[in-house]
């Protein structure tokens, strides 16, 4: 695995395959992640609770909170004080409807919480506790996931065109492998984990180049041309369809509301990762009218590069690979308050 596939793999280890999907509109939706760096020269990634306000008064506030899928555990420890005071949690999870999910995360190897570990860090799904009933799942099932990719492909067939690339052709199946470093390539992934575990300076470089890469990119992957176009068509077809399932949820909370008082909410808190969080804004504008409101930026991990023994010029160093790769792949513009 070159330079270029490793600079890959670790943001979409971070990232979760969240990708925000790139619509024309008066004003775009504002960046849900930004870099931001301090007067001593620690740097975090920051990530956004958002508040959506309703032209209606009774109708809920919607919460767009945003998240990373690798965090410290400061950070989750505040996210999950503001989901339990939320009276409804609608949260992210293809096929998660009975959250199972909780009971198998710990079991057998996986690279995600394999390389938050080496980080310092935590993994999302091993810090949230979902148990609550309050916490609902809102995303789409495995049966309607293959749904979307055979519609998909019937459209694109009778349009002439190319469907999404089949999960042989993307290599699906060999990312998994990875994932769960069962293939060479995994084995490879999990010797390059357990080093940068063992050595504290590398730890702290890697997770400068994941907060300059992720705050970089802003949340809008899919557009970088570097991408091939098969895995671009992939991940705006899987951000639209899984939105429009938090949307239909979201609408028949509201519905209920406005059909009977005792069923009103003052605010519903969506949880999916960050990148969903411009195309779900965009919708909630352009489709139920509200508008944004207050936001707040909760730092997910930050590294000190003077106290982790980092000088100035591995700084320079590492911010510039990342912007020879974020060159290549089509992307960058970092963003910072």
């Not at 939320?86 to 710990?106: C, I, Y």
């Not at 990719?149 to 052709?169: F, H, I, L, N, Q």
């Not at 300059?212 to 705006?236: I, K, Y």
């Amino acid at each position: 695995m070159g330079v270029r596939g490793w600079f890959l793999l670790l943001s979409m280890l971070a990232w979760a395959g969240c990708v925000a999907r790139r619509t024309p509109m008066a004003e775009a939706p504002r960046p849900p992640l930004r870099i931001h760096e301090s007067s001593n020269g620690a740097v975090a990634l920051q990530v956004v609770v958002r508040d959506m306000t309703p032209r209606r008064r009774t109708d809920p506030v919607v919460r767009l909170v945003g998240v990373t899928h690798v965090g410290s555990a400061e950070y989750y420890g505040r996210l999950q004080a503001l989901l339990d005071a939320e009276p409804l949690v609608l949260f992210e999870g293809v096929g998660a409807r009975e959250k199972r999910f909780m009971s198998t995360r710990e079991k057998g190897y996986s690279l995600q919480p394999a390389l938050a570990k080496a980080l310092g860090l935590r993994f999302q799904l091993a810090s949230i506790d979902y148990s609550a009933d309050r916490f609902v799942n809102s995303d789409l099932t495995m049966e309607q996931l293959e749904g979307v990719m055979r519609r998909d492909a019937d459209e694109a067939g009778k349009a002439g065109g190319k469907a999404v690339a089949g999960a042989e052709e993307l290599g699906v199946g060999d990312l998994m492998a990875v994932m769960d470093g069962s293939s060479w390539a995994g084995l490879l992934a999990r010797f390059g984990v357990a080093f940068i575990e063992a050595s504290p300076k590398l730890r702290a470089t890697v997770r400068l180049v994941l907060i300059e890469t992720l705050g970089a990119v802003g949340g809008d992957p899919s557009m970088a041309g570097g991408v091939p176009r098969e895995m671009r068509r992939l991940m705006e077809v899987l951000i639209h369809e899984r939105n429009a399932a938090v949307m239909s949820d979201l609408r028949r909370v509201i519905d209920r509301g406005r059909a009977a008082r005792r069923a009103r909410m003052a605010s519903v808190a969506i949880f999916y990762g960050a990148g969903h969080l411009p195309d779900l804004e965009r919708r909630l504008r352009e489709e139920l009218g509200y508008a944004p409101g207050r936001e707040e930026w909760l730092t997910a991990f930050d590294v000190d590069p003077s106290r982790e023994g980092l000088g100035k010029g591995d700084v320079a160093a590492a911010r510039a690979r990342v912007r020879e790769q974020l060159g290549m792949l089509g992307m960058g513009g970092r963003r910072r308050p």
